[in-house]
Nanobody, 127 residues
Framework: QVQLVESGGGSVQAGGSLRLSCAAS????????MAWFRQSPGKGREGVAT???????EYADSVKGRFTISQDNVKNTLFLQMNNLTTDDTATYYC?????????????????????WGTGTLVNISS
C-alpha cells in the first residue's frame, strides 16, 4: 500500500503563491492517476486537479488558470503550484492516488475519486 506525505503548506497573503509537494513511497510512474483535493472547515472534500499517466490533466473550475499540477517520476513526487491565491483557497490539501491502471478502471477524473490519501497539509490565506 502506498504512503503519501504532503508538504509545502503555510500561511500567505492573498495574491501570493505556494508550491505543495506529495512524496509517494512507491513509483508514481506506475500509478494511473494522482490528484490533489482540499477540504475547508465545515465543508466536504473537493477535487482540485488530477493527472494521469498519459499526461491528461483536469482542473476544478475554481482553480483553472491559477493552479498547475505536475509530477516528477524520478523523485516520485506530485506537485501543485498555486498562484494568485485567495481566501477561498484556505483549506487542508490532500494528495490522492490509485493503483496501477486496471481493465475497466474509471477515468482519472475528480468525480471518480481516489483510493489512497495522505494526511494533508494546511494552507491558510489571509486578506
Amino acid at each position: 500500500q502506498v504512503q503519501l506525505v504532503e508538504s509545502g503548506g503555510g500561511s500567505v497573503q492573498a495574491g501570493g503563491s505556494l508550491r505543495l509537494s506529495c512524496a509517494a513511497s512507491t513509483p508514481t510512474a506506475g500509478r494511473y492517476c494522482m490528484a490533489w483535493f482540499r477540504q475547508s472547515p465545515g465543508k466536504g472534500r473537493e477535487g482540485v486537479a488530477t493527472i494521469d499517466t498519459d499526461g491528461n490533466i483536469e482542473y476544478a473550475d475554481s482553480v483553472k488558470g491559477r493552479f498547475t499540477i505536475s509530477q516528477d517520476n524520478v523523485k516520485n513526487t506530485l506537485f501543485l503550484q498555486m498562484n494568485n491565491l485567495t481566501t477561498d483557497d484556505t483549506a487542508t490539501y490532500y494528495c490522492g492516488t490509485r493503483g496501477p491502471r486496471l481493465v475497466g478502471e474509471r477515468p482519472c477524473q475528480i468525480k471518480y475519486g481516489m483510493h489512497y490519501w495522505g494526511t494533508g497539509t494546511l494552507v491558510n490565506i489571509s486578506s
